[in-house]
């Protein structure tokens, strides 16, 4: 069975730094692509990132191009998101999501989620 | 940057055909993608490439993708079916995009 396990959410001051970790089990994690998708309180789903499967290709949407970084470690069966100056508008829900394709190049559609890990920026 | 526009409610009586559009400049050029997602759950795909669906989807969930306007049609909907649904493309300038959502609304 997939499972897709998202930490380290939290309350985190404006400016300030956090790291998600996603913990895949249930398949074979170096041969898919992963994503990282956001839905602030209330509001619809928003693409952040996404990292190849050989970690060859990260892309990023334009509002955390230079403050976020996808990475992942194949050995750990694990993604990460290194999230730097934070802003209130970063305040979501953040899903780590499963490429449906082996070894696709990160154009490929979800087809497994996590629960999700909550960030909260705020003074 | 590309958007996707969706509308934000459909309301459908249980039996009949719920069909939620999705569009977009030209977004019959490229694949659309579908994904269900009930009050504190997280989002499943229903439909991937327009029309195909993974398995232990029922077969009353359909798609299609013509000119401006892809369609996810839901037939003899239930009660289960009320959730938000996003549509979902790749775009080359845009990389992920979603549609901003469509809450239906099972009267």
């Known amino acids: 069975e997939v499972q897709l396990v998202e930490s380290g959410g939290g309350l985190v001051q404006p400016g300030r730094s956090l790291r998600l970790s996603c913990a895949a089990s249930?398949?074979?994690?170096?041969?898919?692509?992963m994503h990282w998708v956001r839905q602030p309180p209330g509001k619809g789903l928003e693409w952040v990132s996404g990292?190849?499967?050989?970690?060859?290709?990260?892309t990023y949407a334009d509002s955390v191009k230079g403050r976020f970084t996808i990475s992942r470690d194949n050995a750990k069966n694990s993604l990460y998101l290194q999230m730097n100056s934070l802003r209130s508008e970063d305040t979501a829900l953040y899903y780590c999501?499963?490429?449906?394709?082996?070894?696709?190049?990160?154009?490929?559609?979800?087809?497994?989620w996590g629960q999700g890990a909550l960030v909260t920026v705020s003074s | 940057s590309y958007v996707l526009t969706q509308p934000p409610s459909v309301s459908v009586a249980p039996g009949e055909t719920a069909s939620i559009t999705c569009g977009g400049n030209n977004i019959a050029r490229t694949s659309v993608h579908w994904y269900r997602q009930k009050p504190g759950q997280a989002p499943v795909l229903v439909i991937y490439?327009?029309?195909d669906r993974p398995s232990g989807i029922p077969e009353r969930f359909s798609g299609s993708n013509f000119g401006s306007t892809a369609t996810l049609t839901i037939s003899r909907v239930e009660g289960g079916d009320e959730a938000d649904y996003y549509c979902q493309v790749w775009d080359s300038s845009s990389d992920w995009v979603f549609g901003g959502g469509t809450k239906l609304t099972v009267l």
């Open positions: 999501a499963k490429d449906v394709t082996v070894r696709g190049v990160n154009t490929e559609p979800f087809d497994y």
């Open positions: 249930g398949f074979t994690f170096d041969d898919y692509a």
């Open positions: 990292i190849s499967w050989n970690s060859g290709k990260m």
């Open positions: 490439y327009d029309s």
